[in-house]
T-cell receptor, first 116, second 109 residues
Framework: GAVVSQHPSRVICKSGTSVKIECRSL??????MFWYRQFPKQSLMLMAT?????????EQGVEKDKFLINHASLTLSTLTVTSAHPEDSSFYIC????????????FGPGTRLTVL | GQQLNQSPQSMFIQEGEDVSMNCTSS?????WLWYKQDPGEGPVLLIA?????ELTSNGRLTAQFGITRKDSFLNISASIPSDVGIYFC?????????FGTGTRLQVFP
């Protein structure tokens, strides 16, 4: 149980284009999903918290107009990197929480974004 | 953003040896979690701790929630090659996780 998928697993795009990444909870409903970014040899840094049916909450320093998050259903959240630039190249990972007092988060396999 | 301090930063051990790593924070947490991340993959939850002083095992893994609520450790007994990876601690008070800096484990046969 508690399986989270991400699509695509890898994407290469030209500078200036937009890229959409999907995160799905496959066997449970997630009222809250999270988006992280991980640079090589570094830890995971939280970008935003996504709640179903409401606007995402962004961490300090993360541009909400550049990283658009939509949480349209209890099993799907999307992250769109708009007008991507080479410095946006990173490993993007989503997670989903079962909620309640349980703070456990279950992570997707990640999406490797390379912007040329 | 805030990160928790993990030590050691990396470990190179021989198969069969025991491993110990820890995580410290300047602030207290209500939950401590330990994850393992393989290259190019997302983190996988190993152990979750919810109570100060709690000691929990999962197979060859044992983790403890420090009494002060500012630290946690993870032990791996009788290491095997598939234990290779990066181990992250994470603390939480709300639904947000604060991750540690990671411990990279290499196991040699």
């Amino acid at each position: 149980g508690a399986v989270v998928s991400q699509h695509p697993s890898r994407v290469i795009c030209k500078s200036g284009t937009s890229v959409k990444i999907e995160c799905r909870s496959l066997d449970f409903q997630a009222t809250t999903m999270f988006w992280y970014r991980q640079f090589p040899k570094q830890s995971l840094m939280l970008m935003a918290t996504s709640n179903e049916g409401s606007k995402a909450t962004y961490e300090q320093g993360v541009e909400k107009d550049k990283f658009l998050i939509n949480h349209a259903s209890l099993t799907l959240s999307t992250l769109t990197v708009t007008s991507a630039h080479p410095e946006d190249s990173s490993f993007y990972i989503c997670s989903a929480s079962l909620g309640g007092r349980n703070n456990e988060q279950f992570f997707g396999p990640g999406t490797r974004l390379t912007v040329l | 953003g805030q990160q928790l301090n993990q030590s050691p930063q990396s470990m190179f051990i021989q198969e069969g040896e025991d491993v110990s790593m820890n995580c410290t924070s300047s602030s207290i947490f209500n939950t401590w979690l330990w994850y393992k991340q393989d290259p190019g993959e997302g983190p996988v939850l190993l152990i979750a701790l919810y109570k100060a002083g709690e000691l929990t095992s999962n197979g060859r893994l044992t983790a403890q929630f420090g009494i002060t609520r500012k630290d946690s450790f993870l032990n791996i007994s009788a290491s095997i090659p598939s234990d290779v990876g990066i181990y992250f601690c994470a603390g939480a008070n709300t639904d947000k996780l604060i991750f540690g800096t990671g411990t990279r484990l290499q196991v040699f046969p």
